[in-house]
């Protein structure tokens, strides 16, 4: 079956992102959230999104316009009655997300592929929900943030997948001009198994003294090339999104590689999610020159 209209169930960052390279890449595309208010949001960083392209020449102004004409939202499960793919990018929780599946399951057409943009959660524990026949066409499809310019995507076969399903969600994300890898139905996957250790490492760097935010920082971008600094891509990510990311690792191994450490607990019960919200290892009054904060 070939793929003509995409789904998106949430219009955040992640959401919103997707949306817009589905768009971009010739699909009809409908995208849904709780509110108008957080559509509207979705909608305005597309707009300024597809507008920065067009002011480096990447796309047209008429290109723009074609890529908004393709965009549909709603506020109604039922309108992804006719996609051929949805892709649900909603909150990182087990059961708000078998929720939608099981919803997603009665609306959506016999032959449409289900998909799930979870970063760490389980494929094969969401797909429970699911008619057999349901499961065989669902997979996790984990795109990278921010959604436009980063080209890694994670294709997750769980035990029920369909080989024909897998071809075609990878043939998918090289049509949206992603480069697909294929990841085994492990918590975690291929870079959060990689990425949350290190950036937890980093905190208890911090914690114990090590280093300052700033030096710890500079040493991962001067000395390993990396094009952020650990507390820089905790900001930006958002620490929230890594503790509850860890949260999840570590009840499924047990390892303390993956235990969140004390540090970034209180800040995301202060509420201090990284540039988001305007403070996290950095303080962002000054978005253009973030200043790091002091932390007791």
């Not at 995208?31 to 047209?60: A, N, P, W, Y």
């Amino acid at each position: 079956m070939t793929i003509r209209k995409v789904g998106v169930v949430g219009c955040g960052l992640m959401g919103s992102g997707i949306a817009q390279v589905a768009a971009m890449s010739g699909y009809e595309t409908i995208v849904s959230d709780v509110s108008e208010e957080i559509l509207q949001r979705g909608f305005r960083r597309i707009e300024e999104s597809l507008s920065k392209f067009v002011e480096k020449g990447t796309i047209s102004a008429e290109q723009k316009q074609e890529t908004l004409a393709r965009l549909k939202r709603t506020l109604r499960v039922e309108d992804y009655a006719d996609c051929d793919i949805v892709v649900e990018a909603i909150i990182e929780n087990i059961q708000a997300k078998k929720e939608l599946f099981a919803r997603l399951d009665q609306v959506c057409k016999s032959e449409a592929i289900l998909a799930s943009n979870t970063s760490s959660i389980s494929i094969v524990e969401m797909a429970t929900v699911l008619t057999s026949q349901r499961r065989r066409q669902f997979l996790g499809l984990h795109f990278f943030n921010p959604v436009p310019l980063m080209k890694l995507v994670e294709v997750i076969p769980s035990l029920f997948t369909d080989e024909e399903v897998v071809a075609r969600a990878m043939e998918f994300a090289r049509r949206l001009g992603k480069t697909p890898v294929r990841a085994k139905d492990r918590v975690g996957f291929i870079a959060n198994r990689l990425l949350v250790p290190y950036l937890l490492d980093a905190v208890r760097a911090l914690e114990e003294g090590v280093g300052s935010i700033e030096d710890i920082d500079a040493a991962m971008k001067l000395g390993c090339n990396h094009p952020m600094g650990p507390f820089t891509l905790l900001d930006f990510v958002g620490l929230d999104t890594t503790y509850y990311i860890a949260l999840i690792m570590y009840e499924e191994y047990k390892d303390p590689r993956f235990a969140p450490p004390p540090l970034l607990k209180q800040m995301v019960l202060a509420g201090w999610h990284g540039r988001k919200t305007g403070r996290g290892f950095y303080d962002y009054s000054d978005p253009k020159n973030p200043t790091p904060m002091a932390l007791r």
